[in-house]
């Protein structure tokens, strides 16, 4: 009776190890898949946030501030757009998007002959992220925001 115990005991003991070398692989992939998707939400999230806010600068300078004329208003605000997403993010992230077309005038498509300011960032995921075999991620994220500007420009 004594001896049995003890194979008793060793079995369980190998039946425990045996499921932790099943169950841990898939447990850790599990975590590692919540964190690297949650990371490219943050990400996300962050180029969104920093679009919208540098929309919402557009539309800081009225047309008197530059002594009325359209065209040099609508250069402060573009400019302002572009400044401002940038500034919103951080530097590791700011470092990787393209400066060119960050804010550009485009013309609204309701009520004709309105301007709007849109605004873009690009991120390739790439460098930022590492690559994970088997995982599919985006290679380009992308945060955009628009915003009408008032009739005076």
């Known amino acids: 009776m004594h001896l049995r115990g003890k194979a008793d005991g060793r079995r369980a003991k190998g039946i425990a190890a045996l499921e932790f070398a099943i169950v841990a692989p898939l447990f850790l992939t599990l975590v590692l898949g919540i964190t690297y ?10 180029l969104t946030l920093a679009a919208e806010e540098g929309a919402r600068a557009a539309l800081r300078y009225p047309l008197t501030s530059t002594g ?8 402060l605000r ?13 530097t590791s992230m700011s470092s990787l998007i393209s ?16 301007q709007c300011v849109q605004v873009t ?10 690559s994970v075999p ?13 915003v009408q500007l008032s009739p005076d420009i």
């Open 37 to 46: 998707y949650g990371t490219v939400f943050v990400l996300q999230q962050a």
């Open 68 to 75: 009325g004329t359209t065209a040099s208003t609508l250069d």
């Open 78 to 90: 573009v400019a302002a757009a572009a400044q401002t997403a940038r500034a919103m993010l951080p």
């Open 99 to 114: 400066s060119a077309n960050v804010a550009q005038p485009v013309t609204c498509a309701s009520p004709s002959g309105t």
């Open 121 to 130: 960032l690009s991120l390739p995921t790439r460098s930022i992220l590492p």
């Open 134 to 146: 088997m995982v599919p991620v985006p290679a380009v994220l992308t945060g955009s925001a628009m």
